[in-house]
C-alpha cells in the first residue's frame, strides 16, 4: 500500500541550534498533512499541520514545508531545547480514506545540552 | 479544548483474560474515534474506526472477534481485547475527531497492556 517513511530514525542536535526533521510520502492523493511529538509513554501531541493548497506553515518555532512535486515533508524547529526530545511523526490522510491517518516510522530527536 | 482521556493508563493482566480499555472525548462530541496500537519504538498502527451508533470499521489484519469496540455515544469509545495473550502487549491509542470536522485529530494518552 501506499506508505509515508521517514529520511532519518535519529536526530542528535546541540541545544539552541535548528532541527530538520524529513518525511517522505507516497500517496499522491494526500491532501493533509500532520506532525505530532511523542514522548515516552504518552500519546502523540498535535505540533503543526498543512494542507494540500500550502507550501509552508509557521507556527511557535516550528515551520513545516510542503513540496508535494517530490512528495516531501519537512518539520523545522528553531532554537531546539531539551524539552523537544521525543521521537517525532508526520502523518497524512486524504478524503478517499476518510481522513483516516498514516503514520510514518518516526525520528528520535536528542537535545544535547 | 479538544481533550481525550484514557483509563485505565496502565493495566497488568494474566493470558486468556479480557481487558476493556475506555476512550472518552472530555469537552467535545466524537462521532468518529479510532483505536490505534504502537509497539516499542515503533509507529502507531491504526486498528480500526469506530464510528457512533454503527460497528467499527477494522484495519486489514485486526481481528474484529479479538478486538471488540463499541462507541455508544458521541463521547465514548471502548476497546476490549478478548482472551488476551502476551502477543497482545502493547501500547493502545485513541484518538477523536470532533463532529463536523473532517480531519483533526486529538490523541488520548494511552493504555499501556501488559499480559502476563
Known amino acids: 500500500g501506499e506508505s509515508v517513511g521517514l529520511h532519518l530514525p535519529t536526530l542528535s542536535v546541540q541545544e539552541g541550534d535548528n532541527s530538520i526533521i524529513n518525511c517522505a510520502y507516497s500517496?499522491?492523493?494526500?491532501?493533509?498533512f500532520i506532525w505530532y511529538k511523542q514522548e515516552s509513554g504518552k500519546g502523540p501531541q498535535f505540533i503543526i499541520d498543512?494542507?494540500?493548497?500550502?507550501d509552508k506553515r509557521q507556527g511557535q518555532r516550528v515551520t513545516v514545508l510542503l513540496n508535494k512535486t517530490v512528495k516531501h515533508l519537512s518539520l523545522q524547529i528553531a532554537a531546539t531545547q531539551p524539552g523537544d526530545s521525543a521521537v517525532y511523526f508526520c502523518a497524512e490522510s486524504n478524503s478517499n480514506s476518510g481522513y483516516a491517518l498514516n503514520f510514518g516510522k518516526g525520528t528520535s530527536l536528542l537535545v544535547t545540552p | 479544548g479538544a481533550v481525550v482521556s484514557q483509563h485505565p493508563s496502565r493495566v497488568i493482566c494474566k493470558s486468556g483474560t479480557s481487558v476493556k480499555i475506555e476512550c472518552r472525548s472530555l469537552d467535545f462530541q466524537a462521532t468518529t474515534m479510532f483505536w490505534y496500537r504502537q509497539f516499542p519504538k515503533q509507529s502507531l498502527m491504526l486498528m480500526a474506526t469506530?464510528?457512533?451508533?454503527?460497528?467499527?470499521?477494522?484495519e486489514q489484519g485486526v481481528e474484529k472477534d479479538k478486538f471488540l469496540i463499541n462507541h455508544a455515544s458521541l463521547t465514548l469509545s471502548t476497546l476490549t481485547v478478548t482472551s488476551a495473550h502476551p502477543e497482545d502487549s502493547s501500547f493502545y491509542i485513541c484518538s477523536a475527531r470532533r463532529a463536523g470536522v473532517t480531519d483533526t485529530q486529538y490523541f488520548g494518552p494511552g493504555t499501556r497492556l501488559t499480559v502476563l
Open positions: 469506530s464510528n457512533e451508533g454503527s460497528k467499527a470499521t477494522y
Open positions: 500517496n499522491s492523493a494526500s491532501d493533509y
Open positions: 498543512i494542507r494540500s493548497n500550502m
